[in-house]
């Protein structure tokens, strides 16, 4: 008995592994262990990966071997990588530097390519059509790099916006010349094929970005309360843009490329789906697809008697892609007259030869056109270039924030890394919606979680209320869970709820209050009018109201309405930065409707933002018939509304209860009302009765228009 049980469990640890549990468990093993075993010493851990590959592969200790499920993980994972690049893509930022993106992927396209293909085709003596798929390689870049620079804030930065454009054009140009030597690989390069090609080229373009999105669009609208439909439509989209492209004789990884082009402005960055196919693919078929690329490399051959030939092409292919990239950037900051440091920005973002390499690499290697010498060359190309890029954008990053910190004016805003968001519970039936929007609107860079908050009665039954209050929250904390929304739960009693928002937001030191829009079951519709300005009146902060009617996704437009001297208002920065990054996320135009003054305030504000977002003007002067702004919008927008506190300089007559005004005249449609930050102690704290601040100010305005005035 003990020697069957022995005998089995022999069986089970003999190399090459075949209980699939086992393989799996191995695979998820190393998926972990990896970047934990690397962060240390600041390798990136897409070469961990690869480096584990190469140890459990057939070509290092056996407890792997290539078949079918380690070859489809690894083709969903080459297609993942592909359809994250392109969806991932600032779209409105590439729009914004289109020119001078055209002008790097120019320059970082033809450059690595000129000094490439004579390498490869005389001192390396390949054959034409290896030398030309081995010099369109140098010609790729990923973005490794680029968390850096988003950890350094300066991802708004004209250097790393038109880096990010490049990759647009170079990769696209390089997948194109890919499928082109593919066909001449295969002996297809005839009159027939270039008209074949262009026809079906065309057609699913056509499909892709004609089709596709409308298609997308009508889903998740319809199909809004699926969430796990979402993402299985998402993938479905992916692995059919992938099959169209393989009808129409192009990689598969093109479709795949395009797939995430064509849902890009469908799925927000900051969205839950977003996060959802990050985080999958993330954990384990991008991964899984790294590992088998090292399972492929044969590291005999570094040993054997041909080793010499390796270490040579490796490092003829690891100068040439290094100094290709580097010539490049220097290129681009000689034509833009860019700095020393953002030259470097540029080629410490570029240099990283990942995720699109390996994807070429691998169609060459698959397809005889490219030997086991360039592939593991390429291997030692990833690692040296993504240890470079790391290291020299961290560098260049760090240079760029202290030489901005000498030459940029102070200006005062929340800071970003610490800002404080409150959610005040009202109706559960909208929380999700809410929580979805403040997400968007959320700085990245605050590790402080979003505040729920729910305020009961203090009555004889307190105990009661908090009980059930928290059974409320405890809803609304497993669906921020499922899209790893960190939120802090906060039940505050007292008799007020005004004064209980207003006590709890400084508590938490709230830069902004998100409230829903007046329902009849909520408490929001209890404050709306009077009540709404007496939580106005226990509170300093920006106050942000929305009503959210249908998905963001149906909007194309955002309309911001901006009465005259919004921009002296102190929260200012802060709505307009907000607004600006939910645009970013939604990728839509904004539209301001606003006087001229107003106008030149808010370019201003926008340069100082860097904002990418397409932006145009309306202006509107007579601000005292509100109604009169109803001419500048339109079912698709999402209008937001800018208002102002009592006593504000921006504030006027026409603005009060503009809540309950604007929800009843634009009926099913998304809105926002914006009521910006002020200096503290501008309320009125003497009145105990929160009642009477509405009646104190008619009593005032009254004896402000008798001396003529308009305030008091």
């Known amino acids: 008995m003990d020697n069957k049980i022995f005998d089995h469990l022999i069986h089970a640890f003999e190399a090459p592994l075949t209980n699939p549990v086992l393989i799996f468990s191995l695979v998820l093993f190393i998926i972990l262990l990896s970047p934990i075993l690397l962060r240390p010493i600041k390798v990136p851990g897409i070469i ?196 169209l492209a393989e009808m129409a004789n192009l990689e598969p990884i093109i479709g795949a490329f395009v797939a995430g082009l064509a849902l890009n402005k469908l799925i927000p960055h900051s969205s839950a789906l977003m996060n959802r196919i990050e985080f999958i693919g993330n954990a384990i078929f991008i991964p899984f697809f790294l590992i088998s690329v090292g399972m492929i490399v044969d590291i005999s051959i570094f040993t054997s008697k041909a080793g010499w030939t390796v270490f040579y092409v490796a490092g003829a292919l690891t100068l040439v892609g290094i100094s290709g990239k580097y010539l490049a950037a220097s290129a681009t900051k000689w034509a833009f007259k860019y700095s020393n440091n953002e030259r470097n920005l540029i080629f410490g973002l570029s240099n990283a030869h990942a995720a699109a390499t390996l994807a070429i690499i ?132 007292d008799y007020n709820i005004a004064n209980g928002i207003g006590r709890a937001s400084r508590e938490a030191f709230a830069d902004c209050l998100i409230l829903g829009w007046p329902s009849a079951t909520s408490f929001v519709e209890k404050i709306v009018g009077e009540k709404a300005e007496s939580i106005l009146n226990h509170t300093d902060t920006n106050l942000i109201m929305c009503r959210i009617e249908k998905p963001f996704i149906t909007n194309k437009l955002i309309t911001i309405f901006v009465p005259p001297l919004a921009e002296s208002e102190v929260g200012f920065h802060y709505w307009m930065e907000k607004m600006s990054k939910l645009a970013s996320e939604l990728t839509l135009p904004i539209t301001f409707i606003c006087n001229e003054r107003s106008r030149q305030a808010i370019l201003n504000m926008l340069e100082t933002l860097k904002s990418s977002v397409p932006t145009a003007f309306e202006l509107y002067d007579d601000w005292d018939n509100i109604y009169g702004l109803a001419t500048f919008s339109n079912a698709d927008s999402l209008l937001v509304f800018v208002s102002s506190r009592y006593g504000e300089l921006s504030y006027r007559d026409s603005l009060d209860g503009l809540a309950k005004r604007v929800g009843k005249y634009y009926k099913n449609q998304n809105l926002i009302l914006i009521f910006p930050a002020r200096l503290e102690d501008q309320h009125i704290d003497e009145y105990e009765d929160v009642q009477a601040a509405p009646i104190f100010r008619k009593i005032s305005r009254e004896i402000g228009n008798m001396f003529g005035k308009d305030k008091t």
């Open 362 to 493: 691998m169609v060459g290697y698959n397809n005889q056109i490219i030997d086991e010498n360039v592939l593991n060359g390429t291997i030692v190309l990833i690692l040296v270039s993504c240890i470079i890029a790391s290291v020299v954008t961290e560098n260049a990053s760090k240079k760029i924030v202290l030489e901005g910190r000498q030459h940029v004016e102070h200006v005062e805003h929340v800071e970003e890394h610490e800002e404080q968001i409150v959610i005040p519970i009202a109706n559960l039936n909208n929380m999700e919606a809410i929580l979805d929007f403040a997400t968007l609107i959320k700085s990245k860079k605050s590790p402080h979680p979003l505040n729920i908050l729910s305020v009961v009665p203090n009555d004889e039954q307190a105990e009661r209320n908090v009980q059930l209050a928290r059974q409320s929250l405890d809803k609304i904390s497993r669906y921020a869970a499922g899209s790893e929304t960190e939120v802090d739960l906060i039940t505050q009693i």
């Open 48 to 243: 961990g990966l690869i480096i584990s590959g190469m140890i459990i592969g057939p070509h290092g200790l056996n407890w792997l071997e290539k078949n079918s499920a380690v070859d489809l993980f690894s083709t969903i994972g080459l297609l993942y990588i592909m359809f994250i690049a392109g969806l991932e893509l600032d779209m409105n930022e590439f729009k914004k530097t289109k020119h001078k993106s055209f002008m790097f992927g120019f320059f970082t396209f033809i450059i690595p390519i000129s000094i490439g293909f004579p390498v490869c085709y005389y001192l390396l003596d390949y054959s034409l059509l290896t030398s030309i798929l081995i010099a369109s390689m140098f010609a790729t870049h990923t973005l490794v790099s680029y968390p850096i620079v988003n950890r350094y804030g300066i991802s708004k930065n004209e250097a790393v916006a038109i880096t990010i454009g490049g990759t647009i054009l170079t990769d696209t140009a390089v997948l194109i010349i890919l499928a082109i030597i593919k066909g001449a690989s295969d002996g297809e390069i005839t009159n027939e094929f270039w008209v074949t090609l262009g026809v079906s080229f065309a057609i699913f373009l056509f499909i892709m970005f004609g089709i596709i999105p409308k298609i997308a669009k009508w889903f998740f609208e319809k199909v809004e309360s699926e969430k796990t439909g979402h993402y299985i439509f998402v993938l479905t989209v992916v692995f059919f843009a992938a099959f």
